[in-house]
């Protein structure tokens, strides 16, 4: 697969139109992620955009999570197998409504100086 920019997007050398909607996947519990994607497709897009928010994956500094509803990985391979591409908006500051713009609490205590 090849995505080119030129005087518009080109997949694979086709004229590619990216028609997008967000939907959060942490946000969702994973047993209606199909459901929310399909609806998603079902309006005639093609492609998913959405936040990855560092303080849900390292709420802890050092502690790593990605399952459940931290599952990126794989809601992205959902998204894929339903013929969805994905645009991924990581962190570090992801506003969104999202408390303290997705920042982990815990940098408040780093010291910065």
């Avoid at 995505?3 to 004229?15: A, I, M, N, R, W």
């Avoid at 609806?39 to 399952?67: A, C, Q």
């Avoid at 794989?74 to 920042?103: K, M, Q, T």
Wanted: glycine share 8%; with cysteine.
């Amino acid at each position: 697969m090849r995505f080119e920019v030129k005087d518009t997007f080109y997949l694979d050398g086709e004229k590619f139109q990216i028609l997008s909607g967000s939907i959060h996947y942490f946000r969702i519990v994973p047993e209606y992620w199909r459901d929310r994607l399909m609806k998603l497709k079902s309006l005639g897009l093609n492609t998913v955009e959405t936040y990855i928010p560092w303080n849900v994956h390292e709420p802890r500094k050092g502690e790593f999570v990605f399952d459940g509803m931290a599952d990126v990985a794989g809601f992205v391979r959902l998204a894929r197998e339903l013929g969805l591409y994905v645009i991924l908006r990581p962190s570090p500051y992801i506003c969104a409504e999202w408390e303290f713009g997705g920042l982990p609490a815990w940098l408040l205590k780093e010291d910065t100086c």
